[in-house]
């Protein structure tokens, strides 16, 4: 079975520091993909990187990255030059098994809330 | 574009009571899904679909049903709602041509069951 552990609740940091949120991921399957979305207070959930298995390289999109270690199963978001903006729940979530006709599950993690403080 | 559009934003029921939640979609992707949100939880999904006429269950399908009549609509059904189903509802829907194939989320209903 596919899971995805978010082993940090909250976090609180100031700002304009990097942040690291924590995503451990665990799956059988050889080929996955592994996103992180952003939830603001208002409720939406807001796509921000994408991390496939078979990527060489590490995500980056703007001032977010992915830290991709294939071997210890773990796909961090680092968070540079955070802002009060930043200040949101976020989720980490892979992309695994096919399941019928090209349809793909999204097995999310519990989540991490940050907050940014002035 | 609208994205993916989500009708009633908010709604309470009575235990017993029915509803429809509308989920539309102006992208022309072909994969929807419908997941729910609890407190100290991911998102899990609840039906999916591949394409119009198609419908599939998800892993927490008990007391939803569903229905895609039409490419651009994913309507999730309670028939009889409890207590156990107040949750946050999002759609999502998917295209199989982007870079990344990620989903798209709506904004969310919620659902208050007494």
């Known amino acids: 079975a596919q899971k995805i552990t978010q082993t940090q609740p909250g976090m609180f940091v100031q700002e304009k520091e990097a942040v690291t949120l924590d995503c451990t991921y665990d799956t059988s399957d050889p080929s996955y993909g592994l996103f992180w979305y952003k939830q603001p207070s208002s409720g939406e959930m807001i796509f921000l990187i994408y991390q496939g298995s078979y990527d060489q390289q590490n995500a980056t999109e703007g001032r977010y990255s992915l830290n991709f270690q294939k071997a210890r199963k773990s796909a961090n978001l680092v968070i540079s030059a955070s802002q009060l903006g930043d200040s949101a729940m976020y989720f980490c979530?892979?992309?695994?098994?096919?399941?019928?006709?090209?349809?793909?599950?999204?097995?999310f993690g519990q989540g991490t809330r940050l907050t940014i403080n002035p | 574009n609208a994205g993916v559009t989500q009708t009633p934003k908010f709604r309470v029921l009575k235990t017993g009571q029915s509803m429809t939640l509308l989920c539309a979609q102006d992208?022309?992707?072909?994969?929807m899904y419908w997941y729910r949100q609890d407190p100290g939880m991911g998102l899990r999904l609840i039906h999916y679909?591949?394409?119009?006429?198609?419908?599939a269950k998800g892993e927490v399908p008990d007391g939803y049903n569903v229905s895609r009549l039409k490419k651009q609509n994913f309507l999730l059904g309670l028939e009889s709602a409890a207590p156990s189903q107040t949750s946050v509802y999002f759609c999502?829907?998917?295209?199989?041509?982007?870079?990344?194939?990620?989903?798209?989320f709506g904004p969310g209903t919620r659902l208050t069951v007494l």
């Open positions: 992208m022309n992707h072909e994969y």
């Open positions: 979530a892979m992309r695994g098994i096919l399941i019928i006709q090209g349809a793909q599950k999204l097995v």
């Open positions: 999502a829907s998917r295209s199989d041509r982007g870079i990344y194939n990620e989903q798209f």
């Open positions: 679909s591949v394409g119009e006429g198609t419908t």
